[in-house]
C-alpha cells in the first residue's frame, strides 16, 4: 500500500494558494482555507516549510498582517507547528494523508460533522493544555488537598440511600448544595440569590457552553476579555458566536475603550474580581460603567467569578451579580480551583426567568454532577471544612506566588516584568522586549515545565509576548530549576 | 399593573389559524406556530379550549390527521394539556402573558434564543420527567444498592493523590476504568476495542448530545426507533436533525420497512439487545440487513447498548459494534441502570480516527465524569463487586417484573397485553382497547404511580397506546396497589 514518496510542490507553486480579493470571505481565512486542504488532500506534506509572510505576502500581494492572520489560525488548529529558530512548517505528527478524521476500512467513512470540527478544535493549539509539568496554569496544588477528610465526606454521603435525587430528579443540582452555596455566595460574594437559582453543573466548561448556546445564536456577536480565558472562548466558538476582542488594562476590561464599530454584543465575559490571565481587579466605577452599556446594548453579562474566594489580601470586589439589574448577569464559578478539577462541579447562578429552562437544559446536555459528590460537598461546607481549606490555600498559594515572583526577578529582573499575585493559581509575566512567547514556551515544556505562552490567550494580532506560570503547585526545588531553566532559555537564545 | 381581564377571542377567530398550503413549512408546523406565537402573545388566554381535530379540520380544509400532528406537537411541548373526559386547553401553569421567558425589570430583558428554547424543550411533554413516585420508568431499584461497598471505594479512590488526573488531564476518561471497561466489554459483549476507544463521559444524554452534534451537522437526517428513546430524540432535536421514525416490530428495528422515501440517513439510532421501550431482541439476521443498509448509506449506527449486562436469561444478542467494519457504529453504554444515575457516568466506544477529536470535545464540552467515582468503578470492577452486583439485581428484577406481570395478567389480562420481560427495569403494557394513555398516566401519577403513557413514545402519528412502568424498584404492596389503582381507573372511567 505505501506509495513512493513523490516530491511534493512547494507552498507556493501556483494555484495552491490563491485569494479573491473581492469575495466574501475575509483573505486571512481564505489563505488558511487554502493550506489546510492541501494539506488535507496531501498536496501538501507534513514537515514542508512555510513561505515567510514577508514573500507570501508579496505573491499574493496582501500585507503581512494578512498572512500573519492566516498563520496564526493555522497555529491554533495544529496545522502548522514552529520550533524555535526555524521557519514554521506543515505539522508532522498529522493523522495520515487523505483526511484528517477518515476512517481506514470503512466505505462510508464517517467524518466529523463541519459542527464537529469547531467542537474538537483545541484553540489553545495543536498540543496546548495536554502537557503537564511543574507550572501548570489553572491547576490548583495537589499537595494541599485534604484527602482524607474529603474521603471521610464522600464517605459518609455515598452510604446515604438518598431516594430520588439518585435517580432522575433535581437534576440542576442536589438542594442541600444549593442551599450551602446561596448561603455562601450571599456573605462573601454579596450575589443573593434563592438555591433554586445555583444550577450545579459537571464544569466551567459545561457552563459556558451551555449558557452561550442557550442565550445566544449562531452569528450574534459576544465580547471576551483579550487576553482571555480559551475556555469562553472555546465555549462562544462552538456556539458559532462572532467573538470580538475586549480591551483590557490595569484595571481589567474596559468596556470604553470597545471600539465603536463593534457589532452589539449579546454576550459579555469578563473576570472582574481577577483578570484571567492578567490578574487586574476591576474598580467599582468601571463595573457600573459596564453594566450600564450592558443594560443600553441589551446584553447579557457572563460574569466568571473562578478564584475570588481565595484571593490573597483584602476583600474581593462586589460581584457584578449583585450591582446589576436582575436578568443582566450571569453569576459562574467552580470548585476546579479552590478544590481539585476532577471534582467536576461547577454552578452558575441565573435570574428566576431562567431556571427552569436552564435546568431542562442541564438534563437535555447531559452536564448535572456527581450526585454523591454534591452531597459530600455541601457537608463539607457545613462543616467548616472548606472555610479552612480556602484559608490554608490561601496561606500557601500565597508563599509560593510571592517565592516565583522574587526568584523570577532577582534572577531576570532585567528580561521580564511581573507583579506580586494578588491571588488566583497562576500569574502572567511579560517580556522587556519581543519574544517568541511560544516557541519558549515549547522550550519550557521540553524541559518538564507547562507554562502557556501569554500570546495564545489573545484573539487579535496584538499580542502581548509572555508566559502564564501556575505557581500553586510549585515547590521551593522546581521554582528554583523552573526559573533557572527560564533564564538559560532568555540568555542563550534569541527565540525566534 | 394588572389589566383588567379582558374577553379573548376563541381559537377559531378570523386570521388567528391560518395555513398556506403552498407554503414550505409542514402544514402541521403551521398550525402548531400559529397557536404557540397566539399563546405567546397573549392572543390566547391559558385555560382555553381547543376545538375538536375535526372542527378545526373542517374550518381549515386539512385532514384531521394534520390537525392531530399539530395537536401532538403543541402537547409535546406543553403549550396545551389533556385532562381525562374533556377538551384539550391551553396550559394552565405557562409562565406569565407576553413571552414565555421574559425577565421581569430588565429593559433589555434576556430571552432564550432559538437554539436556547430547543435546548430547554421537554420532549416528555411538560412536566413528564419530573414526577417521581412508584413504577418510574429508567429507574434502578434503590433499595439493591450496595450503599456500604460502594461508599467504601469511593473512599479508597478519594483518598489517594492521583496526580494529574485530578488536574485537566485524561479527560475522555481514568486509564483504570477504560482498561476495566476494554476487558468488560470483550467478554460480555464482543466488543473489542482498545482502551483509548473508550470515553467516560458524564452521562448517556451527554454521550448523545455530543455524538450527535460531532458527527451530524444541523439539517442532516437521523433516523430513530418508533417508539424510541425520548432522550435520543431530545438529542437529535438539540442537533437540529431531521428525525424520522424506524419501524420497530417484534424482533426490534426493522430497516427493511423503512419508507423507500425517507432521506438516507446520517445517523441511526438503535437498541438491539432490548428494543426500548417495547423489549425485543434484533435477531442476527436482521442486525447484519441494518449494518449492510447503513453501509450503502453511509450511516453511522449509534448502539445504545443500556441493559445488555442484566437481561435475565440467556446471553445478550451479539452487540452491532464488533459485528460490523471499523467506524460504522459507535457503542453506548451507561451506569445509570447497572449502578445509579445519580453517579453520572456512561461511555461510548468510539473508532480509532475518531478518538482524538472527540476527546478534545468532551474537554471542550465539559461533559467529562467525576475522577473518583470513575476510579472507585475501576475498583468496584476490578474486585468483582460489580459482578456480583449485577448477578444480584438480575434475580431481584427478574422476581419483581414477573409479581408485575403475574399480577397484571391476573387481575387486568381482559384489558391489556403484557408479557414477562426479558431484562431491564421497565416494561410495556398494551390496552386491548385504545385508550387515552396520557390521561391515564396522568391519573395514575395523581395517585403517585409514576408510569409513562407509550404513546410519548412516539414521533408519528401512529401511535400505540399503554403504559411504560418501572418495576425495578416495586415493592409487592407497590404492586398490589398500583395494579388495583390502574384496574379502577379501567373499569371506571372510559378514559380520553
Sequence with gaps: MKEPVLAKPPLLAEGIVTVDKMGEIPLPEQIYRAIRDAVRSAVLRPGTKLPSTRRLAAVLDVSRNTVNAAYGLLLAEGIVSVRPGSAPRITEDLPPEGASVS????????????????????????????????????????????????????????????????????????????????????????????????????????????????????????????????????????????????????????????????????????????????????????????????????AVILEDDYDSEFLFSGRPVAALFGLAEEGQVIYLSTFSKSLLPGMRVAYCVVPPALVEPLAQAVRNFGCAANVQAQAALASFMDSGGYRKHLKNIRQIYQ?????????????????????????????????????????????????????????????????????????????????AQGVEALGDLLANKRAG
Design 103 to 298: 476512517l481506514s476500512g470503512s466505505p462510508a467513512a464517517p467524518l466529523l460533522s463541519r459542527r464537529g470540527e469547531t467542537m474538537a478544535a483545541n484553540l489553545r493549539g495543536r498540543g496546548w493544555g495536554h502537557r503537564f509539568g511543574a507550572f501548570q496554569p489553572g491547576a490548583p496544588a495537589l499537595d494541599c488537598f485534604p484527602y482524607e477528610e474529603w474521603a471521610r465526606c464522600l464517605r459518609r454521603a455515598a452510604r446515604l440511600e438518598r431516594g430520588a435525587d439518585l435517580l432522575y430528579r433535581n437534576f440542576a443540582g442536589v438542594p442541600e448544595l444549593q442551599k450551602q452555596l446561596a448561603a455562601h455566595l450571599a456573605v462573601e460574594r454579596g450575589v443573593h440569590a434563592e438555591p433554586e437559582q445555583i444550577l450545579i453543573t459537571s464544569s466551567m466548561q459545561s457552563s459556558l457552553t451551555l449558557v452561550s448556546q442557550a442565550l445566544a445564536d449562531a452569528g450574534d456577536s459576544a465580547w471576551l476579555e483579550e487576553p482571555g480565558y480559551v475556555g469562553a472562548r472555546t465555549a462562544f466558538h462552538m456556539a458559532g458566536l462572532s467573538i470580538h476582542p475586549l480591551p483590557v488594562d490595569g484595571e481589567g476590561a474596559d468596556i470604553a475603550k470597545m471600539p465603536a464599530a463593534a457589532a452589539a454584543p449579546r454576550l459579555i465575559y469578563v473576570t472582574p474580581s481577577h483578570q484571567f490571565p492578567l490578574g487586574a481587579r476591576m474598580p467599582l466605577a468601571r463595573r457600573l460603567a459596564l453594566l450600564e452599556a450592558a443594560r443600553t446594548g441589551g
Design 399 to 479: 508563599a509560593r506566588g510571592s517565592l516565583l515572583v522574587e526568584t523570577l526577578k532577582e534572577r531576570l529582573g532585567n528580561s521580564i516584568e511581573v507583579d506580586r499575585p494578588t491571588g488566583n493559581v497562576q500569574l502572567a509575566l511579560t517580556f522587556r522586549q519581543p519574544r517568541d512567547d511560544v516557541a519558549l514556551a515549547l522550550e519550557m515544556h521540553e524541559r518538564g515545565f507547562a507554562v502557556s505562552p501569554l500570546s495564545s490567550y489573545y484573539i487579535g494580532s496584538e499580542k502581548r509576548s509572555g508566559l502564564v506560570v501556575g505557581f500553586a503547585g510549585a515547590t521551593e526545588k522546581q521554582i
